[in-house]
């Protein structure tokens, strides 16, 4: 929003916000810091913010412990795959809801939010006892299964509301020039909702990549994604805030990295209708 | 506007959502009804038959369920209140015209990004360990004694955390909220003479109930299952077992499915119990 | 269009990368699961070596204590077969022995020598008599202390402390202007973590968990005797926050020169005069203390090695087992690192060895190892085998949720009677959903 404000208001604006910006960003940056400190120095008192010898050493540990290229992948895969197969199974589900609502809509929508609402540690002893029987332990295709079914009801949600702000004189006025369902869908709806799309893609995608409980419990080794990793690094014996410093920045690095590039879409598309 | 033939094509649309989650939610909430109703002691021969509604009566009258339930409460609502007032603030200030906004709001929500077990893990051993933690260095600058974060300040320490997580979720919705607001009305306002209290309560406060409904109700799914955080820094000592917990401790540490599932299906009970009481304000506020 | 041809490309390619994951175990492929400590991870180090002398490949899965407990629990009692070997205790071993759970290592090899191990440790890995897990480090307690702060003091350590003496240095050893501790130990809830501790402790104390009926006996004197000492010793002289202080917290502290006296495991030695450690020319040992009643505090622990029943590589498991836990392997360390840093108190012949025994905490090592004996742990007796620990299934719950009240307690959030009481209820309600009483 274009508003003119007087610079001395603008300056104070900016500082104020630096400031707390920065105060919140500053865990991930001490922990960023620490990663690059030996044992000795990341305890130090009074501690050492910029002036200490920065050594990669603690990566070099991480990488020759743990193989953290699979755990990288696992994690790629199970956050894009459940939320591509969260996204095609949603998108026809909210199309609908938000086009052709019926009396039970709202209360479907809010039956699928409250299936979240079951506590994980509950069920794990039921979840596992059938993995072992369907044998998919420490299965990709399970875990993107499962995230999948977690996620869809936020994607569902998200979607709809999206759907629900497409005015529906456009729709109508291809249905006169003759568009079929399957091309109303696909030309005209699938566009415009393009930026919700994308915005609940990432929000989904992210909020797979940290699910640690199921991740965690289901996996071995062919399908443990770096929840898993950073098991291995809290509390060993010993000194371990750099090594575990480095190993939280493998862990976080890709998502936060995808985070900042979409940061404007997701800005942009995290309104879950709330805006009118 | 809708034709039949559109309704029968949009619950054709509607059915593998709706069956895959129907199928989600009943074989877990089954097999849990059924392990409620059982001794089931993995450690000491497996399932050992019917006890009727023993676990159900030992749970609820376990010295530990209240104080869990409580602590479940105090959690959602504290972390709620936290992060929709200062996310209101913290929406207002980045709504400003400032100089490098697009990095200060990378900087805001970049805790969003981060897994539950890490911002736990840092937390608990490089800002809030007596010793060796930020905070302890800090304080003893200013010539104060470190405080025992996570054992004399659990709860606040823990409702801090999560707060730290869930503030650039709730900012990043009340930020686009803010940006819909029609600022000829406020200004229109603000040369009417009206004091910034009044035009905060009668125009912006109403223009972003919406999105404070949504910023409740995504949030309160999420803290209803916290888990990784207690698991992590506590270990349920010091007054922070959530009911989630408990449920843990019952399931994984004694080892009694039957007991734990019990304890679930009183969780899915409770989680009910607010879902309901939040869908109806939802509900009120989604309708417009 | 072109965007549903990108969604449907992009679902099949993660469908089809997800699929590999089949592809990928080949036979000769072991999964391990097992904690990070240390001695763990430097094992991992050398797996190499092993694929190289068996061409049997090696998965690890490591992770935190607490982690792996509930994974391996998760996976033994459901049949789940995701591990060809688990690292277990002493508390577990027992128990999931004796529901068959376990392969039982009865045909080791004629080299690998099975009567080599401690028989202390031996016996708290079987059941029955027969061996379900094979040590890979044992350990007991003993006290470690900075001899330049003891002279300091004025005191002189003595081989086998009372609590009194140790509450005495304590409180001299104590300079807080310098940040400088008498004692650290540990205080975090948890049953393996501070409740292992205040349990090893209690039993010195004359106190013990259960009589020989079954009833919890946390109304008992002796109880409120070893909760009060300890709580006024750390106080006094312990470190800020050492309600959640567990093994870790106190190494650091210690190897940082922060505490003038720990008592914990054994293992801890060969840290604390490690190179990590900055006060690593002044460390000395002694046994854990005692206060004249006949049982000294000290525990018994061991990090095993056992192969669930089911596994489709039992052959290879062993194979594994066997180079791990042999004595091969701890001449490898000792070769490349030295040995100061093999893996401890799991083999006689290492404590027989001389080059072992010029290491400076190997006999206080052997000395407290040997002093402890799980089956008569307790100056009353009691119905259960174990020192730190009782070895029943429902333990490691309820010493989990009684030790909270401990730490609670510790904080000052409630008092000990408030914490004890709350352990008498807990206990006898688990015990009695049970079917103990």
Same mark, same amino acid.
């Given at each position: 929003?274009?508003?003119?404000?007087? %610079?001395?208001?603008?300056?104070?604006?900016?500082?104020?916000?630096?400031?707390?910006?920065?105060?919140?960003?500053?865990?991930?940056?001490?922990?960023?810091?620490?990663?690059?400190?030996?044992?000795?120095?990341?305890?130090?008192?009074?501690?050492?913010?910029?002036?200490?010898?920065?050594?990669?050493?603690?990566?070099?540990?991480?990488?020759?412990?743990?193989?953290?290229?699979?755990?990288?992948?696992?994690?790629?895969?199970?956050?894009?795959?459940?939320?591509?197969?969260?996204?095609?199974?949603?998108?026809?589900?909210?199309?609908?809801?938000?086009?052709?609502?019926?009396?039970?809509?709202?209360?479907?929508?809010?039956?699928?939010?409250?299936?979240?609402?079951?506590?994980?540690?509950?069920?794990?002893?039921?979840?596992?006892?059938?993995?072992?029987?369907?044998?998919?332990?420490?299965?990709?295709?399970?875990?993107?299964?499962?995230?999948?079914?977690?996620?869809?009801?936020?994607?569902?949600?998200?979607?709809?509301?999206?759907?629900?702000?497409?005015?529906?004189?456009?729709?109508?006025?291809?249905?006169?020039?003759?568009?079929?369902?399957?091309?109303?869908?696909?030309?005209?709806?699938? %566009?415009?909702?393009?930026?919700?799309?994308?915005?609940?893609?990432?929000?989904?995608?992210?909020?797979?990549?940290?699910?640690?409980?199921?991740?965690?419990?289901?996996?071995?080794?062919?399908?443990?994604?770096?929840?898993?990793?950073?098991?291995?690094?809290?509390?060993?014996?010993?000194?371990?805030?750099?090594?575990?410093?480095?190993?939280?920045?493998?862990?976080?690095?890709?998502?936060?990295?995808?985070?900042?590039?979409?940061?404007?879409?997701?800005?942009?598309?995290?309104?879950?209708?709330?805006?009118? | 506007?809708?034709?039949?033939?559109?309704?029968?094509?949009?619950?054709?649309?509607?059915?593998?959502?709706?069956?895959?989650?129907?199928?989600?939610?009943?074989?877990?909430?089954?097999?849990?009804?059924? @392990?409620?109703?059982?001794?089931?002691?993995?450690?000491?021969?497996?399932?050992?038959?019917?006890?009727?509604?023993?676990?159900?009566?030992?749970?609820?009258?376990?010295?530990?369920?209240?104080?869990?339930?409580?602590?479940?409460?105090?959690?959602?609502?504290?972390?709620?209140?936290?992060?929709?007032?200062?996310?209101?603030?913290?929406?207002?200030?980045?709504?400003?015209?400032?100089?490098?906004?697009?990095?200060?709001?990378?900087?805001?929500?970049?805790? @969003?990004?981060?897994?539950?077990?890490?911002?736990?893990?840092?937390?608990?051993?490089?800002?809030?360990?007596?010793?060796?933690?930020?905070?302890?260095?800090?304080?003893?600058? @200013?010539?104060?004694?470190?405080?025992?974060?996570?054992?004399?300040?659990?709860?606040?320490?823990?409702?801090?955390?999560?707060?730290?997580?869930?503030?650039?979720?709730?900012?990043?919705?009340?930020?686009?909220?803010?940006?819909?607001?029609?600022?000829?009305?406020?200004?229109?306002?603000?040369?009417?003479?009206?004091?910034?209290?009044?035009?905060?309560?009668?125009?912006?406060?109403?223009?972003?109930?919406?999105?404070?409904?949504?910023?409740?109700?995504?949030?309160?799914?999420?803290?209803?299952?916290?888990?990784?955080?207690?698991?992590?820094?506590?270990?349920?000592? @010091?007054?922070?077992?959530?009911?989630?917990?408990?449920?843990?401790?019952?399931?994984?540490?004694?080892?009694?499915?039957?007991?734990?599932?019990?304890?679930?299906?009183?969780?899915?009970?409770?989680?009910?119990?607010?879902?309901?009481?939040?869908?109806?304000?939802?509900?009120?506020?989604?309708?417009? | 269009?072109?965007?549903?041809?990108?969604?449907?490309?992009?679902?099949?390619?993660?469908?089809?990368?997800?699929? /590999?994951?089949?592809?990928? =175990?080949?036979?000769?492929?072991?999964?391990?699961?097992?904690?990070?400590?240390?001695? +763990?991870?430097?094992?991992?180090?050398?797996?190499?070596?092993?694929?190289?002398?068996?061409?049997?490949?090696?998965?690890?899965?490591?992770?935190?204590?607490?982690?792996?407990?509930?994974?391996?629990?998760?996976?033994?009692?459901?049949?789940?077969?995701?591990?060809?070997?688990?690292?277990?205790?002493?508390?577990?071993?027992?128990?999931?022995?004796?529901? /068959?759970?376990?392969?039982?290592?009865?045909?080791? =090899?004629?080299?690998?020598?099975?009567?080599?191990?401690?028989?202390?440790?031996?016996? /708290?890995? =079987?059941?029955? /008599?027969?061996?379900?897990?094979?040590?890979?480090?044992?350990?007991? =307690?003993?006290?470690?202390?900075?001899?330049?702060?003891?002279?300091?003091?004025?005191?002189?350590?003595?081989?086998?402390?009372?609590?009194?003496?140790?509450?005495?240095?304590?409180?001299?050893?104590?300079?807080?202007?310098?940040?400088?501790?008498?004692?650290?130990?540990?205080?975090?809830?948890?049953?393996?973590?501070?409740?292992?501790?205040?349990?090893?402790?209690?039993?010195?104390?004359?106190?013990?968990?259960?009589?020989?009926?079954?009833?919890?006996?946390?109304?008992?004197?002796?109880?409120?005797?070893?909760?009060?000492?300890?709580?006024?010793?750390?106080?006094?002289?312990?470190?800020?926050?050492?309600?959640?202080?567990?093994?870790?917290?106190?190494?650091?502290?210690?190897?940082?020169?922060?505490?003038? +006296?720990?008592?914990?495991?054994?293992?801890?030695?060969?840290?604390?005069?490690?190179?990590?450690?900055?006060?690593?020319?002044?460390?000395?040992?002694?046994?854990?203390?005692?206060?004249? *009643?006949?049982?000294?505090?000290?525990?018994?622990?061991?990090?095993?090695?056992?192969?669930?029943?089911?596994?489709?590589?039992?052959?290879?498991?062993?194979?594994?087992?066997?180079?791990?836990?042999?004595?091969?392997?701890?001449?490898?360390?000792?070769?490349?690192?030295?040995?100061?840093?093999?893996?401890?108190?799991?083999?006689?012949?290492?404590?027989?060895?001389?080059?072992?025994?010029?290491?400076?905490?190997?006999? +206080?090592?052997?000395?407290?190892? *040997?002093?402890?004996?799980?089956?008569?742990?307790?100056?009353?007796?009691?119905?259960?085998?174990?020192?730190?620990?009782?070895?029943?299934?429902?333990?490691?719950?309820?010493?989990?949720?009684?030790?909270?009240?401990?730490?609670?307690?510790?904080?000052?959030?409630?008092?000990?009677?408030?914490?004890?009481?709350?352990?008498?209820?807990?206990?006898?309600?688990?015990?009695?959903?049970?079917?103990?009483?």
């Amino acid at each position: 929003m274009a508003r003119s404000v007087s %610079p001395r208001r603008k300056l104070i604006n900016t500082t104020a916000a630096w400031a707390i910006g920065l105060l919140i960003f500053f865990p991930i940056l001490w922990t960023i810091l620490t990663s690059f400190k030996t044992e000795g120095q990341a305890i130090a008192s009074p501690p050492i913010f910029l002036g200490f010898d920065w050594t990669l050493e603690n990566y070099r540990t991480v990488m020759e412990r743990s193989n953290y290229g699979r755990f990288l992948w696992n994690s790629i895969i199970i956050a894009g795959g459940s939320t591509i197969l969260g996204l095609i199974i949603a998108i026809p589900a909210a199309w609908s809801m938000a086009f052709v609502p019926s009396k039970r809509t709202k209360d479907v929508l809010l039956w699928m939010l409250s299936t979240k609402m079951l506590p994980a540690v509950g069920v794990l002893y039921p979840i596992y006892l059938l993995c072992i029987q369907l044998g998919i332990l420490d299965n990709r295709v399970a875990l993107v299964v499962i995230l999948m079914l977690i996620n869809l009801p936020i994607i569902v949600w998200m979607l709809y509301t999206y759907f629900r702000e497409i005015p529906v004189e456009i729709l109508e006025a291809a249905r006169m020039d003759g568009a079929t369902l399957k091309e109303e869908l696909l030309y005209i709806l699938t %566009p415009m909702a393009i930026p919700g799309i994308a915005s609940t893609l990432l929000l989904n995608f992210i909020l797979a990549w940290n699910e640690a409980f199921w991740t965690l419990n289901l996996t071995a080794v062919n399908a443990a994604p770096l929840t898993a990793f950073i098991a291995s690094y809290s509390s060993p014996e010993g000194l371990f805030f750099a090594k575990l410093s480095a190993a939280s920045t493998m862990a976080i690095a890709p998502i936060l990295i995808l985070g900042w590039f979409s940061q404007k879409q997701l800005v942009r598309g995290l309104t879950f209708g709330a805006v009118k | 506007m809708a034709t039949k033939a559109s309704r029968s094509a949009a619950r054709l649309m509607m059915a593998p959502a709706v069956i895959l989650l129907l199928g989600w939610m009943l074989v877990p909430l089954i097999m849990t009804l059924w @392990f409620s109703f059982r001794t089931y002691l993995p450690l000491r021969g497996g399932d050992k038959g019917w006890t009727g509604f023993d676990n159900y009566v030992r749970f609820v009258t376990s010295s530990s369920f209240w104080p869990a339930v409580q602590t479940t409460l105090i959690i959602v609502v504290g972390v709620l209140i936290i992060t929709v007032v200062l996310g209101i603030l913290l929406a207002m200030l980045l709504d400003q015209p400032m100089w490098g906004q697009g990095i200060v709001r990378i900087l805001v929500i970049a805790p @969003f990004f981060v897994m539950p077990t890490v911002s736990a893990l840092v937390w608990k051993n490089m800002f809030m360990d007596p010793v060796n933690g930020l905070f302890a260095h800090l304080w003893r600058l @200013f010539g104060a004694e470190p405080v025992s974060w996570l054992s004399d300040a659990a709860m606040p320490s823990l409702i801090m955390i999560v707060s730290w997580q869930w503030l650039p979720f709730a900012t990043l919705i009340l930020l686009t909220a803010f940006q819909s607001l029609d600022s000829e009305q406020l200004e229109a306002a603000e040369m009417d003479g009206a004091p910034f209290a009044k035009r905060f309560f009668y125009i912006v406060l109403p223009h972003l109930s919406r999105a404070i409904t949504i910023v409740i109700l995504i949030q309160t799914i999420f803290l209803l299952a916290i888990f990784a955080e207690i698991f992590v820094t506590t270990g349920g000592a @010091f007054g922070t077992r959530t009911l989630s917990y408990l449920i843990f401790q019952r399931v994984l540490e004694s080892q009694n499915i039957g007991l734990g599932s019990a304890g679930g299906v009183y969780a899915i009970i409770l989680a009910n119990i607010v879902a309901i009481f939040l869908m109806r304000i939802v509900g009120k506020n989604l309708d417009h | 269009m072109s965007f549903k041809r990108t969604l449907c490309a992009a679902t099949a390619l993660s469908l089809i990368t997800a699929s /590999g994951a089949f592809a990928d =175990s080949h036979s000769a492929t072991i999964t391990i699961a097992t904690v990070n400590n240390g001695d +763990m991870v430097r094992m991992q180090g050398y797996t190499d070596q092993f694929t190289k002398e068996t061409g049997i490949a090696v998965e690890w899965v490591t992770l935190e204590e607490n982690t792996l407990r509930s994974r391996v629990t998760t996976d033994i009692t459901t049949k789940g077969g995701q591990f060809d070997i688990m690292t277990i205790g002493m508390y577990e071993t027992p128990i999931w022995g004796a529901n /068959g759970w376990l392969v039982p290592l009865d045909d080791l =090899s004629e080299e690998y020598n099975v009567g080599d191990i401690l028989p202390a440790m031996a016996g /708290g890995l =079987s059941h029955d /008599g027969t061996l379900y897990a094979a040590p890979f480090y044992g350990e007991s =307690s003993m006290v470690m202390y900075r001899t330049d702060l003891m002279e300091a003091a004025g005191l002189e350590m003595p081989d086998a402390p009372t609590w009194d003496f140790i509450a005495q240095a304590a409180a001299a050893m104590t300079d807080r202007d310098n940040e400088i501790n008498g004692i650290c130990l540990r205080g975090k809830a948890g049953w393996g973590e501070g409740g292992a501790f205040i349990t090893a402790m209690s039993n010195s104390f004359g106190a013990r968990w259960f009589d020989e009926n079954w009833q919890a006996q946390f109304d008992t004197e002796q109880w409120a005797n070893t909760l009060n000492f300890y709580k006024g010793m750390m106080d006094a002289s312990g470190p800020a926050g050492y309600a959640t202080n567990g093994f870790n917290e106190n190494l650091s502290l210690f190897n940082q020169g922060k505490c003038g +006296m720990w008592i914990d495991a054994t293992v801890a030695a060969s840290f604390v005069t490690g190179d990590d450690s900055t006060v690593a020319d002044s460390v000395a040992f002694a046994l854990a203390p005692d206060t004249g *009643l006949g049982k000294r505090s000290n525990w018994l622990w061991a990090w095993a090695l056992a192969i669930p029943a089911g596994t489709q590589k039992e052959a290879e498991a062993k194979q594994f087992i066997e180079w791990a836990t042999g004595t091969g392997y701890i001449e490898m360390v000792a070769a490349n690192e030295g040995w100061a840093n093999v893996p401890p108190g799991a083999r006689t012949s290492l404590y027989e060895n001389p080059k072992y025994q010029a290491v400076p905490f190997a006999k +206080m090592t052997l000395d407290s190892i *040997l002093s402890a004996d799980p089956n008569n742990s307790t100056v009353e007796p009691s119905p259960y085998v174990g020192i730190q620990f009782a070895a029943i299934p429902e333990f490691a719950g309820i010493a989990t949720e009684v030790s909270q009240e401990f730490s609670a307690a510790y904080a000052g959030q409630q008092t000990i009677e408030e914490a004890l009481e709350k352990a008498q209820a807990i206990t006898n309600e688990a015990m009695e959903a049970a079917g103990y009483q």
